[in-house]
């Protein structure tokens, strides 16, 4: 599957985004999603997965209650929608896919994705 992140930008401490995440290739209701992050001289870390009904979510706990995860199968489209942005949150998102049979079942290690998609930059000013 291929993976194709937009939606990022330059935006000020406090103000929201939403990256998305086009897919194709592949039947993308088949794969659990999920964003993750990596800001410069860090490693990369997990923000949030989806199951591949979109039933089930997780978040890291920096992200939570800030940043929504969310999909659209008609549309094979994995959204992360940040709000209440943070200078701490300036890094490049990247989306990653993973093949699962089980509709439920999401993935909070980069080690176990299989796809991942360029990535955006985010950039919050204080």
């Known amino acids: 599957v291929q993976l194709q992140a937009s939606g990022g930008g330059l935006v000020q401490a406090g103000d929201s985004l939403r990256l998305s995440c086009a897919a194709s290739?592949?039947?993308?209701?088949?794969?659990?999603l999920g964003w993750f992050r990596q800001a410069p001289g860090k490693e990369r870390e997990f923000v949030a997965t989806?199951?591949?009904?979109?039933?089930?979510?997780y978040y890291a706990q920096s992200v939570k209650g800030r940043f929504t995860i969310s999909r659209d199968n008609a549309k094979n489209t994995v959204f992360l929608q940040m709000n209440s942005l943070k200078p701490e949150d300036t890094a490049v998102y990247s989306c990653?896919?993973?093949?699962?049979?089980?509709?439920?079942?999401?993935?909070?290690?980069?080690?176990?994705?299989?796809?991942w998609g360029q990535g955006t930059l985010v950039t919050v000013s204080s």
């Open positions: 290739g592949h039947t993308f209701s088949n794969y659990s």
């Open positions: 989806i199951s591949r009904s979109g039933g089930n979510t």
């Open positions: 990653a896919a993973v093949w699962t049979y089980l509709s439920e079942r999401y993935f909070g290690s980069p080690d176990e994705y299989d796809y």
